[in-house]
């Protein structure tokens, strides 16, 4: 990843691992992209891909190529 105005990086929904910009921003819908600054423990939380909203634990259960845990 480069140092420059990127505001965070990009996480793959299917397999958890970062990606690059470049893939993130092409694939929308199975990435999220995680803002740079202070993180915080979410409780194991699910959040969409697409959206990038926390959802419930059902809903990412039954969508793990779309949703991420986060721990």
């Known amino acids: ?18 990606v690059t910009s470049a893939h993130g921003k092409r ?22 891909a697409i959206s990038g909203r926390f959802v419930t634990s059902a809903h990412g259960k039954r969508s793990p190529n779309t949703t991420t845990h986060e721990k």
């Open 27 to 48: 694939s929308p819908s199975t990435t999220v992209r995680e803002s740079s600054g202070k993180s915080g423990s979410t409780g194991g939380a699910y959040r969409s």
């Open 1 to 18: 990843m480069s140092k420059g105005k990127s505001g965070g990086h990009y996480r793959s929904a299917i397999s958890g691992k970062y």
